[in-house]
């Protein structure tokens, strides 16, 4: 799409084939640097990408990727395991993740979960290293850390989450969300799991 406005049916599959394949995210390059039509490029080939993601079997992929992850796995591998499972189950509106290093979203996304992931990080990179990766959808908390209550400070951000969600249109009232966060504040906790339904 360099000179063209259309893509050519090899540009087209090209794209397609790289989602279902697994990439995490694909990128334009002579197209937006110096093509004749790069905003009509970005919008289409987003459109192959919806479009080819709509055509995966998540739970299928899941449960190949669960079977090749080596055995014993981390405490934070098993978690994301059990939250996509859960969310499959669950046939969750999304997965809400708390995190303070990423680890816990770019684990949640190696399993390919049907729903998206709000990764929620008062961490600016951290956040912007999250777009990186297959359907997570960062949110920078805006607010100061709470260290007299951190129960109170955990639920605020679960809160934000969701109403994020809901102006997106993802989430509804009634809808199920599975939750990740810690058992302690620090980076290298998350081990618990909650379904919650919205109100």
């Known amino acids: 799409m360099v000179s063209k406005p259309r893509p050519t049916r090899a540009e087209t599959s090209d794209v397609a084939n790289a989602v279902l394949d697994g990439a995490d995210c694909v990128m334009l390059s002579g197209e937006t640097a110096k093509g004749k039509y790069p905003v009509e490029a970005v919008d289409i080939m987003h459109r192959i990408c919806c479009e080819a993601e709509s055509a995966m079997f998540h739970r299928v992929v899941f449960d190949e990727l669960r079977l090749l992850t080596p055995k014993p796995t981390e405490t934070l591998t098993t978690t994301a395991i059990a939250a996509v499972d859960a969310a499959f189950f669950q046939n969750a509106a999304a997965i809400i993740c708390l995190t303070t290093t990423g680890r816990t979203a770019f684990n949640l996304s190696h399993f390919r979960p049907h729903c998206p992931i709000i990764s929620v990080t008062r961490d600016r990179e951290v956040a912007h290293i999250c777009h990186l990766y297959r359907g997570i959808h960062p949110l920078v908390f805006p607010h100061p850390k ?18 994020w969600g809901k ?3 993802f989430i509804q009232k009634g809808s199920t969300i599975i939750a990740l966060s810690g058992w302690k504040p620090g980076p290298a906790n998350t081990n618990t799991i909650r379904i919650l339904i919205v109100e």
């Open 146 to 163: 709470d260290k007299s209550d951190w129960a109170n400070d955990m639920e605020k951000r679960f809160l934000y989450a969701i109403e």
């Open 167 to 169: 102006k997106k249109g």
